[in-house]
């Protein structure tokens, strides 16, 4: 696990330019406290930080074949090179370490750019092919580790790449100016996230998940190429007396070996949710140590507090457990560095309690910790999904009644049975959107036919779309309201392919590349990284995903209770104490934490960056302090504001930090090959 960044120019790398790289590696120290490298060839520099993980030793980057005319620095884990190590030395190769990445480099030898399909796991990588003179970057399937982009033309005509494991480490090599991007602002202030490949930073984007860049530097030629989609999985039949759950369960007793494949000890963060104690119990029995466990609760033990169900599950399983308490004064002291820490402006207050866990984690001396992020997303865990399947069939004629919010079948699946507390108040906050005017429960009969019904059912997204224009300065509202948030969910018809299937195909691969990579994953990723920890998602398995994207394909799951395939996949490692719980997500005591982070932050908004940049207007920014009632749109706004504020400040100041000599004269500097 690593931070990985470099540039690639079509005239050669200027001192300048090297020294940019030196002060990019430098700001990710926190990705790699374990040490630094560096190559230099030419058109290109990389560079890299390392926290070790496997070949504690030998795996230091960057990483070569046996003749020196590749080059690799790479961020991340390739969980099947134990496999791919024993298949490559049987056709010949040389292995000179025993890192796992060190497998790319000769799958690359014999499959060229196929290569990628070989992999398994979290990845980005950046590999230099001498020869050809070209340098490829790669990012994973499922998007778990980040590659940000910046292309320009620089001073005398040459093109330029710059990419970074993190947006701070490429904003501080000083050749970026920071500004914030409309478009990017607007579908923050719609989704509480930024969709790739767009970022809220002007002229810089992401890589895709699942996409290769490809840059020839001799003549200069860039090619983005895609080489994964979940949709493209093929159908799978059941035969031989096979069930979802049992086939589910075969990739899930596969991907738990894999997983838990390091030199330094792995642990896991365990909540009172289906998901984490499903990984929990199933990496824990292969595990060849004793893994502990991390929880997180909250001072005085409010109903969110899952730290008596996490300790239920790790008694059950024999596991060691450690608590970690969060108080409303911490999350207010802490809270600009996090917004920073994200890399993205990112609203999620429930963020705090990953920093605290991994914290806790690295603590205690285990540098890698499983989580269960993705088995709501991939087994339809949350209601307003299911609410949004719903209205997606309404509209394409699949099922009967209105689109208007009355409709009572709609409004049964926003309330299902079993609800929290938290399900009831998104359902009041989107009836009181309704009946005031400033929201509505789905898209006029007028929309585009490829449009799906999606987030735009969610409370965040009513409240972004009313106050966000009220918000913006006229100058940089034209431009904001000119992006439409919603071309995110605008797919071809028929949508992946005919009637539930291809529907339900659909929204697995909306709040898998939306909610759960640009919420979930990005923030997990920047805030256990922040604290020096790989954090490994079990539950984002490219086999798994396909697995169930060709169950779906096959037999729809729409009409069963959610979470049916999974909780038939581990019934018999999972309790039935944990399997029958309510659901009740991973939430914070948000109120309390956002009227104290209101109450310490908002009165600066007036004169802060948002307003001094000219992007929002000061007098409404003055106004966002006064009360309001709980289901105003503008209390939601607030938070999301407070959000961009400190996010945009911090990303300001790593764009203005100068080089300096530490970064001229930097101990990791590049040898040219």
């Not at 790479?74 to 791919?84: I, K, P």
């Amino acid at each position: 696990m690593c931070g990985i960044c470099g540039i690639v120019s079509s005239a050669g790398i200027s001192p300048r330019s090297e020294a940019a790289v030196r002060a990019m590696t430098g700001t990710m120290t926190h990705r790699g406290p374990d040490g630094d490298g560096a190559f230099a060839a030419g058109p290109v520099r990389l560079a890299m930080r390392r926290l070790a993980i496997i070949d504690l030793t030998g795996g230091w980057q960057p990483l070569y074949n046996e003749d020196e005319s590749l080059a690799l620095v790479a961020n991340g884990e390739v969980y099947n090179f134990v496999e791919l190590r024993t298949a490559l030395e049987a056709r010949g190769h040389q292995f000179r370490t025993k890192s796992d990445c060190e497998t790319v480099l000769h799958l690359y030898e014999e499959h060229g750019l196929d290569f990628v399909h070989h992999l398994r796991g979290m990845y980005a990588i950046a590999l230099w092919d001498s020869r050809r003179k070209r340098l490829v970057i790669v990012r994973d399937r499922m998007g778990e580790k980040p590659v940000y982009l910046h292309e320009r033309t620089a001073p005398g005509g040459a093109r330029e790449i710059h990419f970074a494991s993190e947006m701070k480490s490429l904003l501080s090599g000083g050749l970026i100016p920071f500004g914030l991007d409309p478009a990017g602002v607007h579908d923050f202030m719609h989704f509480q996230w930024v969709p790739e490949p767009r970022t809220a930073v002007a002229g810089v984007r992401k890589l895709p998940a699942g996409h290769m860049l490809i840059v020839d530097t001799d003549p200069w030629r860039v090619e983005q190429r895609c080489y994964w989609r979940m949709e493209d999985a093929p159908p799978i039949e059941l035969r031989d007396g096979h069930t979802p759950g049992s086939l589910i369960r075969e990739q899930l007793n596969h991907i738990s070996e894999l997983i838990i494949r390091s030199d330094v000890p792995v642990g896991v963060a365990l909540s009172g949710g289906l998901d984490s104690s499903a990984i929990a119990a199933l990496a824990a029995a292969k595990y060849p140590g004793t893994m502990h466990a991390f929880t997180v609760g909250y001072k005085g033990r409010p109903r969110q507090d899952e730290r008596g169900m996490a300790r239920e599950l790790a008694d059950h399983l024999r596991l060691p457990i450690h608590e970690i308490e969060v108080d409303v004064d911490e999350v207010v002291d802490t809270f600009p560095s996090l917004c920073g820490m994200r890399d993205d402006p990112i609203d999620d207050l429930a963020g705090h309690g990953y920093w605290a866990v991994s914290r806790e984690a690295r603590a205690h001396g285990v540098p890698v910790l499983l989580q269960g992020q993705g088995g709501d997303e991939l087994f339809r865990g949350y209601p307003w999904v299911n609410a949004a399947m719903l209205a997606s069939a309404q509209k394409a004629g699949l099922v009967g009644g209105s689109s208007g919010c009355g409709d009572p079948s709609l409004l049964k699946s926003l309330l299902p049975k079993g609800g929290t507390r938290n399900h009831l108040v998104d359902y009041a906050y989107s009836m009181a959107g309704a009946v005031q005017g400033w929201g509505r429960l789905m898209p006029d009969r007028g929309s585009p036919p490829e449009q799906l019904v999606f987030f735009n059912v969610h409370k965040t997204w009513q409240a972004g779309a009313y106050t966000a224009p009220r918000l913006y300065t006229p100058r940089f509202g034209e431009r904001a309201i000119a992006h439409n948030p919603a071309d995110f969910f605008t797919l071809p018809r028929p949508w992946l392919g005919g009637g539930f299937a291809g529907l339900g195909v659909a929204m697995t691969k909306l709040i898998s590349e939306g909610y759960m990579l640009e919420n979930g994953m990005a923030q997990g990723d920047r805030l256990a990284m922040a604290n020096s920890v790989e954090l490994r998602l079990p539950l984002v398995d490219y086999r798994l995903v396909e697995t169930v994207i060709g169950l779906r394909k096959a037999h729809p799951d729409h009409q069963m209770p959610p979470k049916t395939w999974f909780k038939d996949a581990i019934s018999d490692v999972v309790p039935e104490f944990v399997r029958n719980r309510r659901k009740r997500g991973f939430a914070p005591p948000w109120q309390e934490w956002g009227a104290a982070l209101q109450t310490k932050y908002a009165p600066d908004l007036a004169d802060g960056y948002l307003v001094g940049c000219g992007a929002m207007r000061a007098e409404v920014m003055a106004r966002l302090v006064r009360p309001r009632g709980r289901f105003s749109p503008w209390r939601d706004a607030l938070q999301k504001i407070l959000v961009l504020e400190h996010w945009a400040r911090a990303m300001s100041t790593a764009a203005a930090s100068p080089i300096g000599e530490a970064a001229l004269q930097s101990s990791g500097a590049a040898q040219e090959r």
